[in-house]
């Protein structure tokens, strides 16, 4: 799937109106999409209303030194896991005192990818609490840009829909 600069700016618009709407800010911890998501969300004037920040944790070690990821759980479950993206998201919302947080790791490609998570696997988690988080997986096809900004764009509608249901 091709995904358009008009459609990650449609998903970012209505990302920014519902966290203007709430009061909300934001933080990102991303590691496949290497930070993508924070400069979708900051190409809009007036975005530090809404948003807190975001990192790129991109290597195992920044994962574990920036969001705090168990180093446990990166070697059990690897950083392409629903688990590892749970604990970016409390790491992001910790680090930043945001009210919300999203989470991205991922198998980009063109290498990297196994059996179990081929290239184009990425995972997500976005919430506002450890207890009120929600993470799943997707795998997307094409080539390492295509796959970082269509996980980009179902980040942004992810997290927008998250906020309509609560």
């Known amino acids: 799937m091709r995904v358009s600069d008009q459609?990650?700016?449609?998903?970012?618009?209505?990302?920014?109106?519902?966290?203007e709407q709430?009061?909300?800010?934001?933080a990102t911890a991303e590691s496949c999409t290497?930070?993508?998501?924070?400069?979708i969300l900051t190409d809009r004037a007036g975005s530090s209303a809404y948003v807190q920040g975001g990192l790129v944790t991109y290597s195992d070690e920044s994962k574990r030194r920036l969001l705090c990821v168990k180093q446990t759980t990166l070697a059990e479950e690897g950083a392409v896991s629903e688990l590892v993206?749970?604990?970016m998201v409390a790491g992001a919302l910790a680090a930043m005192n945001a009210d919300v947080a999203l989470a991205i790791s991922g198998v980009a490609g063109p290498g990297?990818?196994?059996?179990?998570k081929p290239v184009g696997t990425v995972w997500?988690?976005?919430?506002g609490?450890?207890?009120n988080t929600h993470a799943v997986s997707r795998v997307f096809e094409g080539d390492r840009d295509a796959v970082r900004k269509q996980a980009?764009?179902?980040?942004?509608?992810?997290?927008?829909?998250?906020?309509?249901e609560s």
């Open 34 to 39: 290497g930070g993508w998501v924070a400069k």
């Open 22 to 26: 709430r009061g909300l800010m934001i």
């Open 152 to 164: 980009t764009l179902f980040a942004l509608e992810g997290v927008c829909a998250f906020l309509e």
């Open 112 to 116: 990297g990818g196994t059996e179990e």
């Open 85 to 87: 993206v749970r604990e």
């Open 124 to 127: 997500f988690a976005w919430g």
């Open 7 to 19: 459609a990650l700016a449609n998903a970012n618009n209505a990302l920014a109106e519902q966290l």
């Open 129 to 131: 609490s450890v207890s």
